[in-house]
């Protein structure tokens, strides 16, 4: 498999899952602002849609979009979320609320033409959804359950914006879960592939 991101983008959440899931593969820096490869391509002849993730499949297949990704590797590997039962659910309802109520409230803090109205009502809105996470994580050490999911890469990712490029403050136990995180293996290593290490 062919992993195509670009650093700190939010591809850095399947970069994580398919270090973790052991599953062999290999990346693609993609130069967003170019639309091209580190190599040169046309990265719109990989995704049409022109961002990342991307994943080439063994047999050509391209499949696009975070929770798409993310679910093929966990269910690919067998690790990363619950195979059956509720948990499952739980994950997916978790990173589909990642994916919708926090990745798509950053757009006006990397929109160039964003107003700082704009910025301060996406602020308070993700400020919001943080909250509610944290109350969802509690003393646990994962969002959902008690081990890693495809829920906790994600939302590393956005704790990451959230710290790095915006400069929100996050609620202590998030602030910790994601402090913890970036300590574990799969985490340091992603970083450090996408030369985000520090």
Known sequence: MKLYYSPGACSLADHIALIESGLPFTTVKV?????????????????????????????????????AILSFIADKAEKLEPSGGFAHWRVLETTAFVSTELHKNFKPFFSPDSTDEAKA???????KRFALLEERLGDRSFIVGDTLTIADCYLFVM?????TKVGLTLPSRLDT??????????????LSDEGLAN
């Open 121 to 127: 009502q996406a602020g308070n809105i993700l400020g």
């Open 177 to 190: 879960y994601f402090e913890r995180l970036k300590q574990s293996p799969s985490f340091a290593q992603a």
């Open 31 to 67: 130069d967003l602002k170019a639309k091209t490869t580190a190599s040169g391509e046309d990265y719109r002849q990989i995704n049409p849609k022109g961002y990342v993730p991307a994943l080439r499949l063994d047999d050509g297949e391209v499949l696009t979009e975070n929770i």
């Open 159 to 163: 704790l990451m914006w959230a710290k």
